[in-house]
């Protein structure tokens, strides 16, 4: 569950593919294709997809005219040429189409081969709208091409044509570093033991120095955040059974409310090897579309009124919420209300993530912090699928993880670290997990020992959510799962989750995740956070931290 915005204040990839022989049909002239600008070569020709009327088809192609071979022109051949891999640039962020459509950057994958660069041969090459470089126009794209390469092949991309690239040739032409093919990590299945990747940018936070490091702890979680995106972004990620609907009204009312998918890919990303729901729909309406929104759903998903009761939710129809709770929103006071709902009893099927759009009062946070929620939402609807059964997170997922673990990932998605500071909301409030008993605190400072006390009511996942105290989670959690990642790496509380899930106890869980038991971390964790919740009132709270390194 996440509260409402206004009110409570929200380079190389690559992943394994199937073998060469279980790629799609040969293109065809008008057939339907998958995705604008794609290119596929096929019966010598050079086939684009392009937009026709509202569907998405090929081209007639462009005949390759084949040149007599020179030196020139020699390709790249792997050793072994039957494992195709995806490739995705995180460097070269490109204006990749023109307002028509047109390809107006061009990328091609290079290896390195004694010290030659040869041009790769690709199954298929095209464009993904995953960056969000505010110095381009609106769209904004990194390259990917699917071919068969060696691992440990140094590669690079080249780039003719608009693109946000430093290094250059005397005719313009862009070039991304070099970097070594590294073999891609692969997905967890349901229920597998999750291993975290060890935390990365050489901070060497531990439970020995972490009290006197907390200066470090926000780069170094930051830091590995965006290690582990760019390790994971070529998994087949939750983008693969996404589906989404922005209404006329939701669009009109916030231009820019489209920037919420491009967030949401970053999370796909940043937990790309977690278990997650196969399908997930993202509705973005307001309180006049509803009706016509619940016809778009139907859509999106067969069996859809599991979603659109959570949509009726938003506004206090026949609600699961108390009357008086913050979570439903019967009029729009400037603030947008989101929800996340899971398929039941298997959150593994499918999730829902739904943001009810009102028109900005004056707040100029409003927006940053609604987009923002979707990704907290979608981290909400992980840790369902992680328990596989929703009713168990009154069992096993301790308040203090459901939302501090929400908070820190909506965070650390940010594009840049000043954002991530800026969208933590380390400043506590009280309020009951149904949205009763809302109160803000005040400036003061936090000592260790009321924050231990408040984990260790807030580890016990079947009464935590009983007292007002469950909303210390989205700030005193979120410090907690920051200083957790810094140690153990971005998807560390997740394999701690699935130990608790599992019948571990805390000590158990945290004993095989972070070297310690419950016990021995609890109160260095309590002193970290109550240092850092101290801190977030002050006027150097969002400039004490280190910077991390470039």
Same mark, same amino acid.
């Given at each position: 569950?996440?509260?409402l915005?206004?009110l ?9 593919m199937?073998?060469?022989? $279980?790629f799609?049909a040969a293109?065809k002239?008008?057939?339907?294709c998958t995705?604008l600008? #794609?290119t596929?070569i096929?019966?010598n020709?050079?086939f684009t997809?392009?937009k026709?009327?509202k ?8 005949l390759?005219?084949?040149?007599t ?11 072994d ?9 995180s ?5 990749a189409?023109?307002?028509s459509?047109?390809?107006v +950057? ?12 040869l041009q ?8 993904e709208?995953?960056c969000n470089?505010p110095?381009?126009p ?5 390259a990917?091409?699917?071919?068969a390469?060696?691992i440990?092949?140094k590669l690079?991309w080249?780039?003719?044509?608009p693109v ?7 005719q ?12 891609p990590?692969?997905? %967890?299945?349901?229920n597998? /033991?999750i291993v975290?990747n060890?935390? *990365?940018g050489g901070?060497?936070?531990?439970w020995?120095?972490?009290?006197q490091?907390?200066? @470090? ?8 955040a965006?290690?582990t995106?760019?390790?994971n972004?070529g %998994?087949?990620?939750?983008?693969a059974g996404?589906k989404s609907?922005?209404? /006329?009204?939701a669009?009109a009312?916030d231009?820019?409310?489209?920037e919420?998918?491009?967030? #949401?890919?970053r999370?796909?990303? %940043? ?5 997650a729901?196969?399908n ?5 309406t307001?309180?006049e579309?509803? %009706?016509?929104t619940?016809t ?10 599991w979603?659109k009761?959570?949509l009726?939710d938003?506004y206090?129809?026949?609600t699961?919420?108390?009357?008086g $709770? ?7 006071k400037?603030?947008d209300a989101?929800?996340?709902v899971? +398929?039941?009893? @298997? ?6 993530l739904i943001?009810?759009v009102c028109p900005?009062?004056g ?8 987009v ?5 939402e979608?981290i ?8 596989v059964n929703v009713l ?5 997922e301790p ?11 909506q965070?650390a998605?940010?594009n ?20 009763l008993?809302y109160?803000?605190?005040a400036?003061?400072?936090w000592?260790t020992e009321e924050?231990?006390?408040y984990?260790k009511?807030?580890?016990?996942? $079947?009464?935590?959510g ?9 700030s ?7 200083a #957790?990642?810094?140690?153990g790496?971005?998807?560390s509380f ?8 599992n019948g571990?106890?805390?000590?158990q869980?945290f004993?095989a ?6 016990d *021995?971390i609890?109160?260095i964790?309590a002193e970290?956070?109550?240092r850092?919740?101290t801190?977030a009132?002050?006027?150097q709270?969002l400039t004490y931290?280190?910077?991390p390194?470039?």
């Amino acid at each position: 569950m996440k509260k409402l915005a206004g009110l409570l204040g929200i380079a190389l990839v690559v992943t394994f593919m199937c073998p060469v022989q $279980s790629f799609a049909a040969a293109p065809k002239a008008g057939a339907i294709c998958t995705k604008l600008g #794609l290119t596929s070569i096929a019966a010598n020709k050079k086939f684009t997809c392009i937009k026709s009327g509202k569907k998405l088809v090929w081209d007639k192609g462009v005949l390759i005219v084949q040149a007599t071979p020179t030196s020139a022109q020699v390709f790249y051949v792997p050793k072994d040429k039957t494992e195709v891999y995806k490739v995705s640039d995180s460097e070269g962020c490109a204006v990749a189409y023109d307002g028509s459509g047109k390809e107006v +950057t061009f990328a091609t994958l290079w290896a390195s081969i004694d010290g030659q660069w040869l041009q790769v041969k690709t199954q298929e090459t095209g464009w993904e709208k995953t960056c969000n470089d505010p110095r381009l126009p609106d769209n904004k794209y990194f390259a990917f091409a699917k071919a068969a390469v060696d691992i440990g092949t140094k590669l690079r991309w080249k780039f003719v044509g608009p693109v946000n690239i430093f290094e250059r040739d005397a005719q313009g032409i862009g070039y991304s570093q070099p970097f070594i093919f590294t073999a891609p990590p692969k997905p %967890l299945k349901p229920n597998e /033991p999750i291993v975290p990747n060890p935390a *990365e940018g050489g901070y060497g936070i531990t439970w020995q120095n972490i009290t006197q490091r907390v200066a @470090d702890i926000s780069a170094a979680s930051w830091t590995d955040a965006q290690a582990t995106i760019n390790r994971n972004k070529g %998994l087949n990620t939750a983008l693969a059974g996404y589906k989404s609907y922005i209404s /006329p009204g939701a669009l009109a009312t916030d231009p820019k409310i489209g920037e919420i998918e491009i967030l #949401l890919n970053r999370t796909f990303s %940043l937990f790309a090897r977690i278990p997650a729901p196969k399908n997930v729909i993202f509705v973005a309406t307001t309180q006049e579309e509803r %009706l016509a929104t619940k016809t778009q759903i139907d859509r999106l998903y067969p069996d859809s009124d599991w979603i659109k009761i959570k949509l009726d939710d938003i506004y206090g129809i026949n609600t699961d919420q108390p009357a008086g $709770s913050v979570f439903t929103q019967t009029s729009c006071k400037g603030s947008d209300a989101a929800r996340s709902v899971s +398929t039941y009893p @298997d959150g593994m099927k499918a999730t829902a993530l739904i943001i009810s759009v009102c028109p900005d009062l004056g707040n100029s946070e409003k927006h940053i912090t609604s987009v923002f929620g979707m990704s907290h939402e979608y981290i909400h609807s992980i840790q369902v699928a992680v328990l596989v059964n929703v009713l168990d997170r009154e069992k096993y997922e301790p308040c203090w993880l459901r939302e501090g673990a929400a908070e820190w990932g909506q965070a650390a998605v940010a594009n840049n670290f000043d954002e991530y500071l800026s969208n933590q909301h380390l400043r506590p409030y009280l309020l009951t997990s149904n949205g009763l008993q809302y109160e803000q605190t005040a400036a003061r400072t936090w000592t260790t020992e009321e924050v231990d006390s408040y984990l260790k009511l807030a580890d016990k996942p $079947s009464t935590c959510g009983t007292t007002n105290q469950y909303a210390l989670a989205y700030s005193l959690g979120a410090a907690a799962t920051e200083a #957790l990642v810094s140690i153990g790496g971005s998807e560390s509380f997740f394999a701690l989750q699935l130990r608790l899930a599992n019948g571990q106890t805390s000590n158990q869980a945290f004993q095989a995740v972070y070297g310690k038991p419950w016990d *021995e971390i609890r109160p260095i964790l309590a002193e970290v956070v109550a240092r850092k919740i101290t801190l977030a009132w002050t006027p150097q709270a969002l400039t004490y931290q280190t910077r991390p390194a470039r």
